[in-house]
C-alpha cells in the first residue's frame, strides 16, 4: 500500500478545490438527476501525476475516498448530496484485450474495448446496511463491499453505546429504510470481432455496474470500458473452490459516439487521403485495389467497378414523415464455379469496416438474424444473441453460397435487406434489431454450371437456375452474371496471371515461423505498391482507412444536373416501350413490358452518391450520375434484363400475355357455344394469335389447378 492511499483524501480535496471548482458548483446546484462527477484521467495526471498513477495501481480505496472527501465537500457547504466521483478516458498503456486479462490485473483500473451482447434487470442493492440489535435496539451500520454476500454483524458493539451481546443470545434486524441502497445492472460484455485471433471464440465477461451509469448500454453498442477486475470463489456443490471467476466492476464508459473509430486515422493519413481523392484515374485505382491477386478481365473489370462503389456506400437518410431511406448499396454475384466469387467475398469482408462474412450452407436463419438463448445472468428466462446482419450493422456482410440458405431462413433476409432492420419475436421477446449493413451476397448453379451459355441467357433463367425467389432478387441494386467463358485471347494471360500470383507468395509455414520477416513487415506500410505488371493500387491497410474516412466525414447530396440526368434516364427508359423488333407478336406485350421501376432509381442515387463520397465530394455532379449509369446500364444489359416487373415477379411478360390472352379465348369461346369450350377449338383460336397448344395446355392446367376452370367432360371445360 502506496503513501497515497494513506493520503487520497487530502490530495483529492486539493484537486477538487482546485482544478473543479465549478463541477463542485455544478453539483451543488442539483441539476442532474444522478449527482456524479466525472473526471478525466488526462486532467489528474497534468495536476498530479504520481496520484494519477496510484489510482490505476490501487484504484478501489482511493476512488472510495474520493467520493467520500466530494460528500464531505458539499457537506461543508451546506448540500447533503450522496455525490460518486468518476474517473474516465483512461491512458492508452491501461488498455488491454479482454481475453488477457489474468491475476496481475485484478483490483487494478483497466479498460477495454468491447461490445454489450446483453443486459439484465436493474437490481436494487445495498450499500450501507443498518441492522438493529433487538435486545437494546442499538443501529449497526456495515458497508456491503460484496455483491455476492450480505455481510451482518457479529456482536452489538460496546464502545459505540450497544449491549455487547451476541448470536445467538440476540438477533440482527436489517432495517431496509436506514439502510443506502443503490441501482445495479450485470451487463455481458465481449471481444469485438476484429480483435478475435483467427479461429478463436470471442472472450465474455460480466460486468457489474451501478448507480447512474445503469440503462445507459445498450446490447450491439461498442463501449471502451474503465473496469476493476475482482475475483470471486467458485461454488461447487454448496462448497467454495480454489478456482475463482473474474467479474469486473465499471468505474466509467465512453460510448463510441462517431462509427469506424476502430481504425484510427492519423493527421498524415487524412493528408495522404485527401491527395489521392484528387487523382485523376481514382476510381480505376480503387478498381485495381480490389483483390488485386484476381485477374480483371471482361466482365471482371466492371464487377470490381461496382464493389469499389458498395464499399464507399450512398447516404442513408431519415425522411419528413420518419421513414428512413437505405443508402448500403447490395450486390449479388451469380456464376459458374471458378470465377473467384468467393475470393472477391473473402477480400471484402476483410476490406471492409466491420465486415462479416458467412456461407449459406453453414448459417441458419437465426445465424442470420438473431437468435433466442437462456440468459446468462442465472435467472432462466431467454436473452437475444445478434446474428451476422446485426452485428455488421454500419457495415458489410458477405454471405457466399447464397442459395444454399434454405427457404425459410431466406425470407428473413427480405425486411433486413429493404428496410435494414430484424424484427424478431422468439422465446417471449420482441425486439427490433438494426442491420444497417450493405450486403454481399454470391450464388452457384443447381447443377454446377449454367445450362445456357452465351449473352441470351436471361437472369430470369439464372434465378431459376440457382433456385433464388424473385422477390429476394429484386433487393439487390446490382447482379452480376459471371460465366466462365473460353476466350482464347484472355486465358493465355489469366494463366500467367495466376502462376505469377502463386509463386509470388511467401511460404505460410516459414512466415508462422518467423524464419522469414521481409524489413517491410514490421513498418508501416505505404499508402501505394505496384503489382508485377507495373500498375500502382492501393494497400489494403491503407483503403480501409481511406473507406472509412470517407463514410466518416462525407455525406453528399445530388445537384441538380446529376437528378436531371438520373431523371432523363429513367423517363426515357419508361417511354421506351415500343421495341418493335422484340415484341412484334403482340400488341398487349408492348404495353404489359415495364422497361425500370422506382426501386432502381433509387439503386441509381445510391450509386451516385458512393460516386461522389469516393472523390470526397459534398455534392454529386452529373458526371458521378454518368458513372452510376454506366454501372446500371452495364449490369441490365449482361443480365439480359427488357423488363423490370419480370425480375420482381417471376413471370415474363411473354407469359403474363399468354394467360390474359388464353383466358380471353376460353371467355369467347364460352360465350359462343353455351358456357362450354372444347379443347381444338381453344386451339385453332390460340394458333392465330402465335400461342403454342403446349402453352395451352399449361395455363388450362393452372386454371383447373386454381379453380377457375372445370372440366364436365373430357377436353370440355367451363368457367367455375
Known amino acids: 500500500m502506496t503513501m497515497a492511499t494513506h493520503d487520497a483524501s487530502a490530495r483529492w480535496r486539493t484537486f477538487l478545490e482546485e482544478a473543479k471548482e465549478s463541477e463542485v458548483i455544478t453539483l451543488l446546484s442539483r441539476q442532474s438527476n444522478f449527482p456524479y462527477m466525472s473526471v478525466p484521467f488526462h486532467e489528474l495526471q497534468t495536476f498530479d501525476p504520481d496520484f494519477a498513477e496510484d489510482i490505476l495501481e490501487h484504484p478501489k480505496p482511493i476512488l472510495s475516498a474520493g467520493s467520500k ?82 455481510k451482518e454483524p457479529l456482536s452489538c458493539p460496546q464502545a459505540l453505546g450497544g449491549c455487547g451481546s451476541s448470536k445467538p443470545a440476540t438477533r440482527f434486524d436489517l432495517v431496509l429504510i436506514s439502510s443506502r441502497m443503490v441501482n445495479n445492472q450485470w451487463i455481458e460484455i465481449q471481444e469485438q470481432p476484429e480483435n478475435v485471433p483467427s479461429g478463436a471464440q470471442p472472450r465474455r465477461g460480466m460486468v457489474l455496474i451501478e448507480g447512474d451509469q445503469v440503462n445507459k448500454h445498450l446490447p450491439g453498442e461498442r463501449i471502451t470500458a474503465n473496469v476493476i477486475p475482482v475475483v470471486r470463489s467458485e461454488v461447487r456443490n454448496r462448497k467454495k473452490t480454489p478456482m475463482f471467476d473474474v467479474i469486473f466492476h465499471m468505474v466509467s464508459s465512453e460510448h463510441e459516439s462517431t462509427p469506424f473509430t476502430e481504425i484510427t486515422i492519423d493527421e498524415e493519413d487524412s493528408e495522404k487521403i485527401v491527395e489521392i481523392s484528387k487523382r485523376e484515374d481514382l476510381m480505376m485505382l480503387v478498381q485495381r485495389s480490389i483483390a488485386p491477386s484476381i485477374f480483371a478481365t471482361g466482365i471482371l473489370g466492371f464487377v470490381k467497378r461496382s464493389l469499389a462503389l458498395q464499399l464507399f456506400g450512398g447516404v442513408s437518410r431519415r425522411l419528413n414523415d420518419k421513414t428512413r431511406s437505405r443508402g448500403d448499396i447490395h450486390i449479388l454475384l451469380m456464376g459458374d464455379p471458378g470465377v473467384a466469387k468467393s475470393h472477391l467475398l473473402t477480400f471484402i469482408s476483410e476490406l471492409s469496416p466491420r465486415g462479416r462474412f458467412a456461407t449459406g450452407g453453414g448459417v441458419s436463419g437465426a445465424g442470420l438474424t438473431a437468435a433466442a438463448v437462456r440468459d446468462a445472468f ?211 406485350d408492348r404495353e404489359s413490358v415495364i422497361p425500370i421501376t422506382a426501386r432502381a432509381l ?58 390474359s390472352a388464353i383466358m380471353q379465348i376460353i371467355r369467347e369461346v364460352c360465350s359462343e357455344n353455351g ?46
Open 378 to 588: 442465472g435467472d432462466g428466462r431467454f436473452a437475444l444473441e445478434a446474428g451476422v446482419l446485426p452485428l455488421s450493422d454500419r457495415g458489410l456482410a458477405a454471405i457466399d453460397e447464397f442459395d444454399k440458405i434454405s427457404e425459410d431462413d431466406r425470407r428473413m433476409m427480405h425486411p433486413a435487406m429493404e428496410q435494414q432492420q430484424v424484427h424478431v419475436a422468439k422465446g417471449g421477446i420482441t425486439a427490433t434489431l438494426h442491420s444497417r449493413c450493405a450486403i454481399l451476397a454470391a450464388a452457384n448453379p443447381k447443377d454446377g454450371r449454367f445450362s445456357k451459355r452465351g449473352p441470351n441467357q436471361s437472369v430470369m433463367r439464372s434465378f431459376q437456375e440457382t433456385g433464388l425467389p424473385p422477390p429476394l432478387a429484386s433487393r439487390f441494386d446490382i447482379i452480376w452474371m459471371i460465366r466462365d467463358e473460353i476466350r482464347i485471347h484472355d486465358d493465355e494471360r489469366i494463366a500467367r496471371h495466376i502462376l505469377d500470383n502463386r509463386t509470388a507468395g511467401k511460404s505460410e509455414a516459414l512466415l508462422e515461423g518467423r524464419i522469414e520477416i521481409s524489413p517491410g513487415d514490421s513498418g508501416d506500410e505505404p499508402a501505394l505498391t505496384q503489382s508485377k505488371d507495373g500498375e500502382e493500387h492501393l494497400t489494403q491497410e491503407f483503403l480501409r482507412k481511406y473507406i472509412a474516412f470517407a463514410k466518416r466525414t462525407i455525406h453528399p447530396q445530388l445537384d441538380d444536373d446529376a437528378k436531371s440526368e438520373i431523371l432523363k434516364y429513367y423517363t426515357e427508359e419508361r417511354q421506351s416501350f415500343g421495341r418493335e423488333d422484340q415484341y412484334q407478336s403482340d400488341e398487349r
Open 675 to 720: 358456357n362450354i369450350a372444347e379443347r381444338t377449338e381453344i386451339y385453332n383460336q390460340a394458333i392465330k394469335r402465335n400461342i403454342s397448344e403446349m402453352e395451352v395446355d399449361k395455363v388450362i392446367s393452372r386454371m383447373l389447378t386454381n379453380g377457375q376452370l372445370f372440366s364436365p367432360r373430357i377436353d370440355q371445360f367451363s368457367f367455375a
Open 69 to 150: 472527501t466530494l460528500i464531505e465537500i458539499c457537506r461543508e457547504r451546506g448540500e447533503e448530496i450522496d455525490a460518486l466521483l468518476r474517473v474516465g478516458e483512461l491512458p492508452s498503456d491501461t488498455r488491454k484485450p479482454l481475453r488477457e486479462i489474468g491475476s496481475s490485473d485484478i483490483d487494478k483500473l483497466r479498460s477495454v474495448d468491447v461490445i454489450v451482447t446483453k443486459i439484465s434487470e436493474i437490481k436494487p442493492r445495498i450499500h450501507k446496511a443498518v441492522f438493529k440489535c433487538e435486545s437494546c435496539g442499538h443501529d449497526i451500520d456495515i458497508d456491503q463491499e460484496n455483491e455476492r454476500e450480505l
Open 602 to 659: 433509387e439503386a441509381l442515387i445510391r450509386l451516385t452518391e458512393a460516386h461522389a463520397r469516393m472523390h470526397l465530394r459534398d455534392t454529386a455532379t452529373a458526371n458521378d450520375a454518368k458513372v452510376a449509369l454506366a454501372v446500371f446500364k452495364h449490369w441490365r444489359e449482361e443480365s439480359g434484363i427488357e423488363d423490370e416487373s419480370e425480375l420482381h415477379s417471376g413471370v415474363s411478360v411473354k407469359a403474363r400475355s399468354n394467360n
